[in-house]
């Protein structure tokens, strides 16, 4: 159930409205010792976070929060619907930015932003939101990448990790960083095509917390260029969901016709 790390798929476009620039990653020298494979650092990863088994016993996930850009002042609320397989939704309310909306139904990506206006997803966009929208992707990684590689043991935000190439079956690749202790998911850096261009953004996961029987990140920190923008769950509960909530709002609809 990937629920909180599938924010930056969805949150990008945000940020993308107050920055453009690609990130650079706090990153250290690769040492030379022997590595584990990707599919073994992504399994201790799933059972970290409470197991096979806990993460496909849901169905559905909704968490509410808060979104702040502190460079630029300013500070508002989130709201995030996700359901199995494949549905998403986030809201996000913004003081002096407006209201921006991100979806995907199975079959339809659309956002709404103060800088777009109302936009139906299509070719790489259309595609890179069915990806990151995957409520199973954490268990099922074969169904999603052509191939996974830990390219090396490095230091991500002061953290020893395991970097890990991922690379999509429908092209582009991300990178994530997973904690050699603790075998948490530390971070990641994707570039997801916008309206306005390619963005990357580095992702910071931390403070991990029990929701149920599953450990999920309550505090994502997004960078991308000379923006940093934080995102902290307030809170976060399974199955209630109604698959009413993906469907594509009226200003959408009307693009549909």
């Known amino acids: 159930m990937r629920m909180l790390r599938s924010w930056l798929g969805l949150a990008v476009p945000m940020i993308a409205l107050i920055a453009a620039a690609p990130s650079a990653p706090s990153q250290a020298p690769a040492t030379s010792e022997k590595l584990p494979?990707?599919?073994?650092?992504?399994?201790?990863?799933?059972?970290?976070?409470?197991?096979r088994e806990?993460?496909?016993s849901k169905s559905s996930a909704h968490a509410t929060g808060t979104v702040e850009v502190?460079?630029?002042?300013?500070?508002?609320?989130?709201?995030?619907?996700?359901?199995k397989p494949n549905s998403m939704l986030m809201r996000i309310s913004l003081p002096g930015v407006g209201d921006i909306q991100e979806g995907f139904n199975g079959t339809v990506g659309w956002t709404i932003s103060p800088m777009t206006g109302p936009l139906i997803l299509q070719g790489?966009?259309?595609?890179e939101?069915?990806?990151?929208?995957?409520f199973y992707a954490e268990v099922q990684p074969e169904k999603r990448y052509a191939?996974?590689?830990?390219?090396?043991?490095?230091?991500?935000?002061?953290?020893?990790?395991?970097?890990?190439?991922?690379?999509?079956?429908?092209?582009?690749?991300?990178f994530q960083f997973f904690d050699v202790e603790t075998g948490l998911k530390a971070g990641s850096i994707t570039t997801r095509e916008m309206p306005m261009g390619a963005i990357t953004a580095t992702t910071v996961e931390t403070d991990y917390?029990?929701?149920?029987?599953?450990?999920?990140?309550?505090?994502?920190?997004?960078?991308?260029?000379?923006?940093?923008q934080v995102m902290t769950v307030v809170s976060l509960e399974y199955d209630k969901v109604s698959p009413s909530v993906?469907?594509?709002p009226a200003e959408i609809k009307a693009l549909m016709k």
Do not use: W, Y
Not at 70 to 83: N, P, R, S, V
Not at 163 to 172: A, I, P
Not at 209 to 225: E, H, R
């Open 37 to 51: 494979s990707a599919r073994e650092v992504l399994d201790r990863h799933v059972k970290a976070v409470g197991g």
């Open 246 to 248: 993906f469907e594509p």
């Open 129 to 134: 939101k069915k990806l990151d929208a995957d």
């Open 124 to 127: 790489k966009q259309l595609e």
């Open 54 to 56: 806990a993460l496909m």
């Open 209 to 228: 917390k029990p929701f149920g029987n599953v450990l999920q990140p309550t505090k994502l920190t997004m960078t991308a260029g000379p923006i940093q």
């Open 70 to 83: 502190a460079g630029a002042g300013l500070k508002g609320t989130l709201e995030l619907f996700q359901a």
């Open 147 to 174: 191939s996974m590689t830990v390219v090396e043991k490095t230091t991500f935000e002061g953290r020893p990790c395991f970097k890990v190439r991922l690379v999509h079956r429908n092209g582009g690749e991300d």
